[in-house]
């Protein structure tokens, strides 16, 4: 998608938002609607619209396309990576946009990052017990016997 098809695709979905906050706040509105919660609603799809314009600026077409997927089958991962990439952006660290193979690397490092912190490990501590040879010598020992 090139800089226009987003910004339509914006745009319409901006028009949809502003009709379905007109149509809420007539006659017959639903309960619990109320004016804080339009501006909440507002306040979020325009968190998500600054979202979508950060990946379109830092992602290649097929590493969005290779993200839309992962979004279909995970959304918490594909969300969390969409921080992730996010934040490295807002921090400097990406320098060009990021292609397929460097988000299919950037997955396989937080695969096993979660595989390292689920895996279970069971530490044996041996304790060393006092042998019966060795009470005796204490016993020879003894300064008072």
């Given amino acids: 998608m090139d800089d226009s098809e987003l910004q339509a695709i914006r745009q319409a979905r901006m028009a949809e938002l ?4 007109g149509g809420a706040s007539g006659i ?3 309960p619990g609607i109320g004016p804080g919660s339009e501006k909440d609603s507002a306040r979020a799809s325009q968190e998500e ?3 979508v314009s950060v ?3 830092i992602l290649t077409p097929s590493a969005r396309e290779r993200l839309s997927r ?11 990576v969409e921080d ?4 490295m952006a807002r921090s ?13 690397s950037m997955l396989d490092q937080i695969s096993r990052q979660e595989v390292k912190s689920r895996e279970t490990k069971i530490i044996f501590d041996r304790r060393q017990t006092v ?3 060795d009470v005796e010598e204490e016993d020879d020992d003894d300064f008072f016997d």
């Fill in 92 to 104: 400097g660290q990406i320098q060009q946009k990021v292609d397929e193979p460097q988000l299919v």
């Fill in 131 to 133: 042998e019966a040879d």
């Fill in 18 to 21: 502003q009709r379905s906050q």
């Fill in 55 to 57: 990946l379109a600026q």
């Fill in 28 to 30: 017959g509105a639903s």
């Fill in 84 to 87: 992730l990439l996010i934040r």
């Fill in 49 to 51: 619209e600054q979202r």
């Fill in 70 to 80: 992962i979004r279909i089958v995970r959304m918490d991962r594909a969300r969390g």
